[in-house]
C-alpha cells in the first residue's frame, strides 16, 4: 500500500506503534465474555489452537449474494478453498448453495463430503493429475484448461469414458507475460480448436485468467476483454460460452485505514527483532474491501462509460469469483500458550517472547512479511497502556521461527501460562503451511458458535 503524505505523524511514536486489529461482535463476544473458556479450551487442547467461526463466514458469503442481486446478476461464488482447511466452512458453502473453487483431489473430495454437489465445484490449478480430472469428469466440475497437453489429456479421458467435460480456458493477459499460468494468444487458439473439433469431449463455457494483486481496473479490463472472447466464442458456435471467471483479489481490511497509512509513514528496522526488514506487507489497510470491492469491480466502465456490470448483463454473460481470505474475514482466531520471556527491557529495551507453536501456523511470516495486526494478550481488555514490550518467537530451532518480529506493546507484563490471541487468522494464515516440523501434531481446529450476548458457547473439534 503506498504512503499518505497528507497525514498527520503521530509524535513520540516508539517501536510501539499500534495496529489494533477490527474484531467482529462475535468476536469481541468471545475475548471479553468468554476470555475463560478459551482458556480452557487452549489448555486441554494445545497450543496452537485454531478457533473458527462459521457464522461470520456465512454473513460474509451472503453479503456478496446480494451484490450480485443489486445489480442483476447472475453471479456465482465459489470459495478458494485453499484459504483455509476447515471443514465446517465447505459444509457452510453446501448450506448456502455455493460453490468451492479446488485444486486436488483432497480438496475435491472433501468438498463432496461436505455436501457441495459436483457442478458447483471449480477445478483450477496447472496441469491437474489424471485422477482429479476423472472426478471432474464424472462429477460435471466446472475445469479451468491451463495449457494444451491438459486439454488433450481431458479430452482423451472424456472421450474414453463417454462423458463431456465442461471447460473453461484459462487466458495469460499480455500484462502478466512473465506468470507461469495460463494460456498464451496462440495457445488460446489452438485450444479453440480443439474444442471445435472436440465438442463430444469438451463443452466450453468461457473463460478465466490469473491476475496477482488487488487492481480494481486491471481486474476489470481484463474481464471485458474476455467477455468479448466470450462474443466471439459465440459467433464462432460455442453457444454455451457465456461465463468469465474473475479469481479472486479482494482485499481484507485488518485494521483502520488511517492507523495503517501512519503506520507505513513511520515504519523502520529499529521497529523489529534483530533490525529485520522485509519485501513487502498486504495491505492490512485498505480503503475498499469485501463486498464493496465487488461493488468497486461491477461498477468499474471498461468501455465508452459502460460499466462491468452493464456489459456482463447485457450479453447475459455470467461472473464467478473466487473468494477465500474475502469469504473468511474475521471468521477465525489462533491462540498461543506462552512458554518462557527473556525479559531484556534493562539491556535492549523489550521481551522475547516464547510460545507453544511455530510461525508455520501464521502463514504470512513465510512469505518474506509480516503478520502485522497486533496480537492480543488473552484476559486483558485493549488499552492505551502499552507497558510490555516484545515481540514474539516460536518454539522450534529455527532462528526465522517469529511469529512476530514487530516489538508490540502489550498493556501488562507478560507470563508463562498466559495465551496471547491472533486475529482473523482464518484467512490463509492459520493453516496454509503447517506441518509436524519436530514431529509436532497440527494444531485442533474448533468450531465455535455464538447466538447472542446471553447465550452459552457451543463449540466442537471441526470434521466431517
Same mark, same amino acid.
Given at each position: 500500500m503506498e504512503r499518505n503524505d497528507d497525514l498527520p505523524l503521530q509524535q513520540d511514536l516508539g517501536p510501539a506503534f499500534k495496529l489494533a486489529p477490527h474484531q467482529h461482535p462475535l468476536v469481541v463476544s468471545l475475548l471479553q465474555r468468554h476470555a475463560s473458556m478459551l482458556d480452557e479450551l487452549s489448555r486441554g487442547l494445545g497450543s496452537p489452537l485454531h478457533i473458527v467461526l462459521p457464522q461470520v463466514f456465512t454473513e460474509n458469503v451472503q453479503r456478496f449474494q446480494r451484490v450480485f442481486a443489486e445489480y442483476g446478476l447472475t453471479g456465482t461464488i465459489l470459495y478458494a478453498k485453499k484459504a483455509n482447511? /476447515?471443514?465446517?466452512?465447505?459444509?457452510?458453502? /453446501?448450506?448456502?448453495?455455493?460453490?468451492?473453487?479446488?485444486?486436488? !483431489?483432497?480438496?475435491?473430495?472433501?468438498?463432496?463430503?461436505?455436501?457441495?454437489?459436483?457442478?458447483?465445484?471449480?477445478?483450477?490449478?496447472?496441469?491437474?493429475?489424471?485422477?482429479?480430472?476423472?472426478?471432474?469428469?464424472?462429477?460435471? %466440475?466446472?475445469? /479451468? !484448461?491451463? %495449457?494444451?497437453?491438459?486439454?488433450?489429456?481431458?479430452?482423451?479421458?472424456?472421450?474414453?469414458?463417454?462423458?463431456?467435460?465442461?471447460?473453461?480456458?484459462?487466458?495469460?493477459?499480455?500484462?502478466?507475460? %512473465?506468470?507461469?499460468?495460463g494460456l498464451t494468444a496462440t495457445e488460446y487458439r489452438a485450444a479453440l480448436e480443439c474444442c471445435a473439433s472436440q465438442k463430444s469431449g469438451a463443452r466450453l463455457e468461457g473463460f478465466s485468467f490469473h491476475l496477482s494483486g488487488y487492481s480494481t481496473e486491471k481486474r476489470a479490463e481484463l474481464a471485458g476483454q474476455l467477455i468479448e472472447l466470450c462474443l466471439q466464442a459465440q459467433a464462432l458456435g460455442f453457444k454455451s460460452c457465456t461465463q468469465i471467471d474473475l479469481g479472486g483479489g479482494l482485499p481484507v481490511q485488518y485494521v483502520d485505514p488511517e492507523q495503517w497509512c501512519r503506520f507505513l509513514q513511520q515504519d523502520a528496522p529499529a521497529q523489529y527483532h534483530a533490525g529485520k526488514t522485509f519485501s513487502g506487507f498486504y495491505p492490512y489497510g485498505t480503503i475498499r474491501h469485501g463486498a464493496d470491492a465487488l461493488r468497486d469491480l461491477l461498477d468499474y466502465p471498461i468501455e465508452g462509460g459502460t460499466s462491468l456490470a452493464q456489459k456482463a448483463r447485457q450479453h447475459g454473460i455470467d461472473l464467478v469469483i473466487e473468494p477465500g481470505r474475502a469469504l473468511l474475514d474475521q471468521a477465525g482466531l489462533t491462540l498461543f500458550e506462552v512458554l518462557g520471556v527473556k525479559d531484556r527491557h534493562a539491556s535492549e529495551g523489550y521481551a522475547i517472547v516464547t510460545v507453544q507453536g511455530s510461525s508455520l501456523s501464521l502463514s504470512e511470516q513465510w512469505f518474506n512479511s509480516e503478520y502485522l495486526p497486533d496480537p492480543q494478550l488473552l484476559g486483558h481488555t485493549e488499552s492505551d497502556a502499552q507497558v510490555f514490550l516484545a515481540c514474539v518467537g516460536g518454539s522450534t530451532c529455527l532462528e526465522s521461527?517469529?511469529?512476530?518480529?514487530?516489538? !508490540?506493546?502489550?498493556?501488562?507484563?507478560?507470563?508463562?501460562?498466559?495465551?496471547?490471541?491472533?486475529?482473523?487468522?482464518?484467512?490463509?494464515?492459520?493453516?496454509?503451511?503447517? %506441518?509436524?516440523?519436530h514431529e509436532a501434531s497440527l494444531p485442533s481446529k474448533v468450531v465455535v458458535e455464538l447466538h447472542d450476548e446471553a447465550s452459552a458457547l457451543h463449540w466442537r473439534l471441526d470434521g466431517l
Open positions: 482447511k /476447515a471443514d465446517t466452512f465447505a459444509n457452510a458453502c /453446501a448450506k448456502l448453495g455455493i460453490g468451492v473453487d479446488v485444486a486436488s !483431489i483432497g480438496e475435491f473430495t472433501k468438498a463432496l463430503a461436505a455436501g457441495v454437489r459436483g457442478e458447483r465445484i471449480g477445478v483450477s490449478g496447472p496441469e491437474k493429475t489424471e485422477g482429479l480430472l476423472n472426478l471432474a469428469l464424472q462429477h460435471r %466440475s466446472l475445469i /479451468a !484448461i491451463d %495449457s494444451m497437453s491438459e486439454l488433450q489429456r481431458l479430452v482423451a479421458l472424456a472421450t474414453s469414458s463417454g462423458t463431456t467435460a465442461r471447460v473453461l480456458l484459462r487466458f495469460r493477459p499480455p500484462s502478466q507475460a %512473465s506468470s507461469r499460468f521461527d517469529m511469529l512476530t518480529w514487530r516489538k !508490540i506493546g502489550f498493556p501488562a507484563p507478560i507470563q508463562p501460562g498466559d495465551r496471547l490471541v491472533y486475529l482473523n487468522t482464518a484467512g490463509y494464515q492459520m493453516d496454509s503451511n503447517e %506441518s509436524p516440523f
